[in-house]
């Protein structure tokens, strides 16, 4: 088993951020209290605090033709379960930050991806590679 990991973010309404992360993406809701909350994300844990001050606007990197955003996190699923939260997403009004696309075609690492973006301007992608055991080659 691969291990799960743990990251914490700010936002700046965490009942607007609950109904975001267990409605659009589905995660389940775990421990919380009025200053935080804890969220499963396909198995790993990411825990929103409020913090309406450390929300900002991340900076950008140009890669494969598009600004990504250098603060980001996200999950690597199977291509059917990130076809599956592709179409909840699109179907749920949210806006693509950057919209599905297979990104370095034909090369080493060629991956489905997308961005969207929380109601506290926390940015999120979810990927899926052409052949897993590619992740990490150069």
Not at 62 to 82: A, C, M, N, Q
Request: charged share 30%; with cysteine.
């Amino acid at each position: 088993m691969i291990p799960r990991f743990h990251i914490a973010f700010p936002v700046h309404d965490i009942e607007l951020c609950k109904t975001f992360y267990t409605k659009i993406i589905g995660c389940s809701l775990g421990r919380e209290s009025d200053s935080w909350v804890d969220f499963n994300l396909f198995g790993h844990q990411v825990v929103a605090h409020l913090s309406p001050d450390d929300c900002s606007v991340p900076k950008t990197n140009y890669v494969d033709d598009d600004d990504i955003p250098s603060r980001h996190f996200g999950v690597i699923l199977t291509k059917e379960k990130w076809e599956k939260l592709r179409k909840k997403i699109h179907n749920s009004g949210v806006q693509f930050l950057i919209k599905p696309k297979i990104r370095f075609k034909d090369h080493n690492g060629e991956q489905f991806t997308f961005f969207i973006q929380d109601p506290s301007g926390n940015i999120l992608e979810f990927k899926s590679f052409k052949n897993k055991d590619a992740i990490f080659n150069k």
